[in-house]
């Protein structure tokens, strides 16, 4: 079950990175920047976390295949 992402998720993280906070592809490091005090729930700072993670993989993967 569960790999489609709400659109509140998925907005919201578009929203953090446009604000170039430096995110990485590491879910833990994206975990506390998004820190305890911002998200109103664990599940939903852990499931942004983890979508951010996801996208910076894909554009480490992108900009890769660029240079190729």
């Not at 490091?29 to 664990?42: A, E």
Request: cysteine-free; aromatic content about 2%; glycine content about 6%.
């Amino acid at each position: 079950m569960g790999k489609i992402k709400s659109k509140l998720i998925r907005r919201t993280a578009n929203t953090l990175l446009k604000k170039d906070i430096e995110f990485t592809e590491n879910f833990e490091d994206n975990k506390r920047m998004l820190g305890n005090d911002t998200m109103p729930s664990k599940k939903l700072r852990n499931q942004i976390a983890g979508l951010l993670g996801k996208i910076k993989k894909q554009e480490m993967v992108k900009a890769e295949a660029l240079k190729k």
